[in-house]
């Protein structure tokens, strides 16, 4: 099956750093992402049902990027990544997801993730 990339776009009242602090710090990442985080320099341990999913942190820009790799990914070339902005007209905090997924699940990846970030957004409280 065809691997697609595709990005989704979702607005935060919360400024770009606490954005940026639920993406990558353990406490901030278990109250929307997963039950249990263990990270170890770069390499982070996301745990769901005692099922671990390793990934690597490859790039990190405080505030304005977060990129990881998964451990198990198919292809090298695929990575999960976090682009963190703020809009100049209204002030809000763009953050645009881009994953990758099987061609005939993309929507129901896409699906996952505004589960995913709405629970951020109500943990956040923006």
């Known amino acids: 099956m065809e691997r697609v990339k595709f990005t989704a776009e979702f607005i935060f009242r919360a400024s770009p750093a606490i954005v940026y602090q639920f993406l990558t710090d353990p406490a901030c990442i278990t109250r929307w ?5 263990d990270v170890v320099d770069q390499t982070y341990t996301f745990i769901w049902n005692d099922s671990a999913e390793i990934a690597e942190l490859i790039e990190d820009k405080e ?5 990881f790799v ?3 990914a198919e292809d090298e070339d695929e990575y999960l990544e976090f682009d963190i902005s703020k809009s100049p007209v209204t002030g809000e905090t763009i953050v645009y997801v881009t994953d ?15 589960t995913q970030l709405a629970r951020m957004k109500a943990e956040m409280g923006g």
């Not at 997924?101 to 896409?110: F, N, P, S, T």
Request: charged residues 45%; negative net charge.
């Open 70 to 72: 998964w451990e198990d």
């Open 63 to 67: 505030g304005d990027l977060v990129r």
């Open 100 to 114: 990758f997924a099987d061609h005939d699940e993309v929507d129901d990846q896409r699906s996952l993730w505004e």
């Open 33 to 37: 992402f997963c039950e249990e985080v």
